[in-house]
């Protein structure tokens, strides 16, 4: 069974463009997470959905970031416009209701 | 506001030390404690986790054990070795209606041969 997949594995980009990091989850899992993860920072939780619904983004930074779930098998994380501070591996992870996570690869995005 | 402080923030041990890393919260709703393993260029994935009605559990050279009235839990790692360096990272979880998993900033762990 396919794990998370996230696309893209690594992102370069400019000050001011736009980003979007993509997440398939696991089949059957119904919970959808976003981390982000620096060395300063640590793993942060920016937002999880259940059944496709947003339930608790109080972890997105700021307007700049948005996150959507338009079906279960697809998530995305767009950054518009990115700064250098946005630079960090960003995390997916899906579960069912069972307290475990399985984790993608990450999308290592740095912003020059 | 931390909800979960782990430490240390690294850690060196030889081949066959018994690394220790602890982790304390402060939300007694907290119900489900994991400890994830990540090596570098992957995700984290879970290692073992224990809930608060046991106060120790193993599996393999893992161990967790758990102090409820102090809000402490730490990770024993019996009969270290090199493959088993890597950053781990201990988190919390209360079920519910604010089903989320919050992360200490983890420890980075080497096993030197």
């Known amino acids: 069974d396919a794990g998370v997949i996230q696309s893209p594995r690594h992102e370069v980009t400019e000050m001011g463009q736009e980003v979007t990091l993509r997440c398939k989850p696991i089949?059957?899992?119904?919970?959808l997470f976003w981390y982000r993860q620096t060395m300063m920072r640590g793993l942060e939780l920016l937002i999880y959905?259940?059944?496709?619904?947003?339930?608790?983004d109080s972890g997105m930074p700021e307007d700049r970031f948005s996150a959507k779930m338009p079906n279960a098998s697809f998530s995305t994380l767009k950054i518009q416009p990115s700064e250098p501070r946005d630079s960090a591996v960003y995390f997916c992870?899906?579960?069912?209701?069972?307290?475990?996570?399985?984790f993608g690869e990450g999308s290592r995005l740095t912003v020059l | 506001q931390q909800q979960v402080k782990q430490s240390p923030q690294s850690l060196i041990v030889q081949k066959g030390g018994i690394p220790i890393i602890n982790c304390a919260y402060e939300?007694?709703?907290?119900?489900?404690f994991p400890w994830y393993q990540q090596f570098p260029g992957k995700g984290p994935a879970l290692l073992i986790a224990?809930?608060?009605?046991?106060s120790e559990k193993k599996e393999g050279r893992f161990t967790i054990s758990f102090n409820k009235s102090a809000k402490q839990f730490s990770l024993h790692i019996m009969d270290s070795q090199p493959g088993d360096s890597a950053t781990y990272f201990c988190?919390?979880?209360?079920?519910?209606?604010?089903?989320?998993?919050?992360f200490g900033k983890g420890t980075l762990l080497t096993v030197n041969p």
């Open positions: 224990i809930r608060p009605d046991v």
């Open positions: 089949s059957g899992h119904d919970y």
């Open positions: 992870a899906s579960s069912r209701p069972t307290g475990e996570l399985f």
């Open positions: 959905f259940n059944n496709n619904v947003p339930i608790d």
């Open positions: 988190a919390v979880y209360s079920g519910g209606s604010n089903y989320k998993l919050t």
């Open positions: 939300n007694t709703a907290f119900d489900y």
